[in-house]
């Protein structure tokens, strides 16, 4: 039942504060790469310093699901 309903989800594009935030690090990570591909090493760390930022968030969700 569940695989059906996460289907719906997809095809809805709902999506779990966690796949939300899982979407926008790899935007972030994209935008790091084009960034130091340009040369521009400052704003490629600002990128990497806001993904290892919501990577503790989604660490912090998950913690708060299992304690659940």
Do not use: C, H
């Amino acid at each position: 039942m569940d695989g059906n309903m996460s289907w719906w989800k997809k095809l809805l594009g709902i999506k779990t504060p966690i796949e939300k935030k899982l979407a926008e690090i790899d935007r972030l990570q994209k935008l790091a790469f084009d960034a130091q591909r340009k040369g521009d090493l400052s704003l490629s760390g600002k990128y990497q310093l806001e993904v290892d930022a919501i990577y503790d968030q989604i660490e912090e969700l998950k913690n708060a699901q299992d304690a659940q």
